[in-house]
């Protein structure tokens, strides 16, 4: 092919040449209609390396080497998408395009032509194996070999695993697999010929998958594609996890696939204990001292790590409100290993059945928490608040204090809302503050709302589990009134640290949400009109005033439910970050996270520099010493952050699958909460959602409208439209693949929905 390619590029590059399609580029070369396909071949050739270019239209011109890199993310069904550093929007890689790319593959593209808005490019090489190691299920095949079939779908192969790198795992243990090699691509050649292996492990395999998957389960687009072009994967176990039917496996093996810190280094444990002494004398010396104020923490019934307490009194022009915050950086010094162990972790991560945490149990839970009774240190930040709920004045502080009373949410709400005799009669003495804090932050969640604060109140889900770790109840979780009285006086204190330290001009760590891409909101925009409703954009961009107002005017509509996730997928993801850049979900100017060292370290982080600044200590030298170490310490704790809410989100669907798995069969009444090309998401109201396939609407063929988000019949005209209410029975569930399958029941449904 090479003289044919010097051919067609020389005639590319002459300088009398203009761009041309390919059959007129074959008209002017005399290339018969029977070459055409060898001349596409080539035409190919040279787009893969960058020495031609082609338009949307189609035609070709010189190109100029304009490659692209970035990390590939595969999708179970074979195309995927690649981030690239300083883009806004990922490129679309179509399975044909993928290249033999793995997920998490470090790779080179170059665009070309899309059918749609969104930019579309071709895999032509990959620079870096992401993906080292991964969690699955081994299967032994004969004395000689087994595979390792990956639980996270993406990764569209199973592994091939020599009896000698098995490290004696049987059929069912749960496994971490290193990958040795990671296959070798093999164009245009028979299905036996690709696999690493006999016929014999070809047809082993095949079985595998079967046995693996469960009848529920179907085996991905992309491990059928891919199995004709590359050779498999081969890899040495490194550790057993345990056995897939053991207590505790199913989530254990995800916290490994997501690299989570297990457990803590016995020096690091070590430390932790010799730190966690008493409070002293000496250790209160200077600070202040506020034992005698009436103080209270406010949390979940199971919460053990309490970082923060409030305290509130009534004055003649307002309120003082004291946030008091366990002061974690007096235990865990700069530069020390449990420092090091914190900024490593960067969050405390919460899944279904366990916590890890982000420091030991001795200080998270022990001398750190803010127990019933104790003396603790802390750092306050103390507000002035007029009867407007205007902050007028405030101070941040090194304090101690000794909690009164440990308040759960459910026992305030009982006295605040259900004004519940026996509870307010337990708690007497407590009772007037507790009316106190809702009058302040009625007052303070006001001014938020009038200046444009976003609000989204999705049900978060709740699971209960048995002594095996099986899951017994799926429930949703809604805020009640308490907590959102804790969540006023946290977001409170968060701002005014911000804006005193912002005007400090001191390096700081601040959290922020930057506007949403205008594209975004203007697609937003147009679906919504649908239901008639509207946004308001100015100057290309768009005030969090109009997205509140439109979730007030859908708000108990069945477009609610919609129209919610639609709006906040079109904002950006909060981050941490040196450049106070405000945040757009609230609407403030200054924001931080100060509230939660024990369990974040950008709020103990912030903690060391307001003690530095409090001691007098922030000088030039100290200064330079934050602004060299800042910028990393944010990006490190967003991108640890994000790998958290991922895996506490996959634990949770992974018990949501495995709650239907004894449920399959039975009737539930839903809503129709999403739509695609391919069917129907419905959402019970314990928050479970699952997928009523487009091809088990048997009464007539549905087409999907994008723009409306609904199926239509193409021949009764009936059509599945958001927030209708529908009748499913569950068909399915797949472990493997996280989904739940359904069927409309009786093509049950209710058509005349008003989502006005």
Known sequence: MRSEKKVIYDFICDELYVPMKAKEIAAVLNISKENRVQLQEVLDALLAEGKVEVSAKGKYHKGHNRFVTGVFTAHAKGYGFVTVEGE?????????????????????????????????????????????????????????YGFVIPDNPRIGMDVFVPAERSKGAVTGHKVVVELTSYGEPVQKRPRSDVCAGSAEQESERTAVQKRTRGKAGTVSARQKTEGVRRRKPE???????????????????????????????????????????????????GRLDLRDWQTVTIDGEDAKDLDDAVTLAKTEDGYVLGVHIADVTNYVQEYSALD?????????????????????????????????????LTLSCIMTVDRRGNIVDHEIAETVIRVDRRMSYTDVNRII??????????????????????????????????????????????????????PTEILPYDRNPATRIIEDFMLAANETVAEDYFWQESPFVYRTHEKPDVEKIKKLSTFINNFGFHIHIGSDEVH????????????????????????????????????????????AKYYCHFTSPIRRYPDLQIHRIIKDGLRGRMDDKRR????????????????????????????????????????IGEVYEGVISGITQYGLYVELPNTIEGLVHVTSLQDDYYQYVEDTYELVGERTGRSYKLGQTVTVRVTGADRLMRTINMELKNGKRHDKIDCK
């Open 624 to 663: 330079q010493h934050y602004e060299s170490i800042l910028p990393n310490v944010a990006k490190q704790a967003s991108d640890l952050e994000r790998r958290a809410d991922e895996a506490e989100r996959e634990t949770i669907k992974m018990k949501k699958v495995e709650y239907m798995e004894s449920h």
């Open 544 to 587: 969090p005033k109009e997205l509140q107002k439109l979730l007030e005017r859908i708000e108990d509509t069945p477009a609610e439910p919609l129209i919610s996730r639609l709006t906040l997928r079109s904002m950006k993801r909060a981050a941490y970050s040196v450049e106070c850049v405000g945040h757009f979900g609230l609407a």
């Open 340 to 376: 090091a162990e914190a900024l490593k972790r960067g969050t405390s991560v919460y899944l279904v059945d366990r916590v890890m945490p982000m420091l030991p149990h001795t200080l998270s839970n022990g001398i750190c928490s803010l127990n019933q009774g104790e003396d603790r």
């Open 417 to 470: 809302t259900l004004r519940d005799e026996k509870t307010s009669a337990e708690y007497e003495e407590f009772v007037p503050m507790f009316f106190l804090m809702k009058e302040l932050a009625d007052l303070l969640r006001a001014k938020r709302r009038a200046r444009g604060s976003i609000d989204f109140d999705f049900p978060e889900t709740k699971v209960i589990l048995d002594t095996e770790g099986r």
């Open 235 to 285: 890899g040495r176990i490194t550790e057993i996890i345990g056995h897939v039917n053991d207590p505790g496996t199913d989530i254990l093996s995800l916290a490994k696939a997501y690299d989570l810190p297990m457990v803590f280094s016995e020096k690091i444990l070590h430390q932790a204990e010799r730190v966690a002494k008493p409070v002293s004398g000496a250790d209160m010396a």
């Open 88 to 144: 806004a929007e990922d490129i679309f890689i179509s399975e044909g395009n993928v290249g033999g790319a793995i997920h998490e593959d470090i790779v080179q593209l170059v665009y070309i032509p899309s059918s749609g808005k969104r930019r579309e490019g071709k895999i032509v090489k990959i620079l870096e194996h992401g993906l080292k190691t991964l969690v699955g299920t081994y299967e032994k095949s004969t004395e000689n």
